[in-house]
């Protein structure tokens, strides 16, 4: 178990090692690296727009339920909505559906590239299959990920704000008081510091994954699978330990 781990850790660095040379052609990188923006950022709003929807309206109901003391005033629900949302939630349960969304998207297309023997005829013709297949799909991981993590955030509070204003639990001037009480922008970098280690391990780990696979369609399925799984919990290993480190 141990050495199946350093082994496939040393391939994974060698992997982005690789990565790491002068482009062949800018314009044909530049056009892989928009393909997979729109990929990665734009198909994956969808999905993101519902789970912060709703995340944001559940932690209203659920923090109202909690504060049932008449002593602790209803703008409390804005605060703890907003910074639960802003901390944890919209950073990483999106992330956990995006490493689902996008990761096993990256495994499975590298994976039938490489059964197909296309990586192999484009590594004939003289392309660096590791920089063009890989590094873009990571750098529009790193740039589009983070934007919509603050898109849920926004769309997360927006929900909480609608959620308590139908169910009669706070009045909109009672939500957006608590919401510009006591607030820290300190939060805001330690999201955006979760999502940008959270988008690195969302590409890189299922591009290792699918650029690896051998044999046929069954072991597609499975490197797709084994990608998800271990990015979701990588994911909340750094959850702690950016935890433990930055707050």
């Known amino acids: 178990m141990e050495f199946r781990f ?6 994974y660095l060698l992997m982005l090692k690789g990565m790491f040379s002068r482009p062949e052609n800018m314009r044909m990188y530049w056009k892989e690296f928009m393909k997979q923006c729109v ?16 995340l944001g309206a559940v932690t209203t109901v659920q923090t109202a339920y909690q504060l049932v ?23 990483t349960m999106v992330c956990i559906v995006l490493g689902g969304v996008v990761g096993s998207k990256i495994a ?10 296309q990586i192999d ?8 299959t590791k920089a063009y297949l890989i590094g873009p799909k990571i750098l529009a991981a790193i ?8 898109i849920a955030a926004f769309l997360g509070i927006f929900g909480g704000l609608e959620a308590g204003k139908m169910s009669g639990i706070i ?27 959270y988008s690195f391990i969302i590409s890189s780990i299922p591009a290792y994954y699918g650029y690896n696979v051998t044999g046929g369609a069954l072991e597609i399925g499975r490197a797709s699978t084994t990608a998800v799984v271990v990015s979701c919990v990588l994911i909340l290993f750094a959850d702690y330990a950016l935890a433990a480190l930055l707050l």
């Open 108 to 117: 499975s297309e590298l994976g039938n590239m490489r059964i197909s023997e």
């Open 39 to 54: 990929d990665i950022g734009f198909g994956s709003l969808g999905i993101v727009v519902i789970i912060s929807l709703f």
């Open 69 to 91: 003391s008449g002593f602790i005033p209803k703008s409390t629900i804005a605060q703890v909505v907003r910074d639960t949302l802003i901390l944890e939630l919209a950073p």
């Open 6 to 11: 350093f082994y496939h850790f040393g391939r």
């Open 171 to 197: 009045s909109h001037e009672q939500f957006m008081q608590g919401l510009r009480a006591s607030f820290d922008g300190y939060n805001v970098f330690f999201a955006l510091s979760k999502a940008y280690t």
């Open 143 to 150: 740039i589009t990920i983070p934007a919509l993590v603050i």
């Open 121 to 128: 005829a484009q590594e004939i013709m003289g392309i660096n």
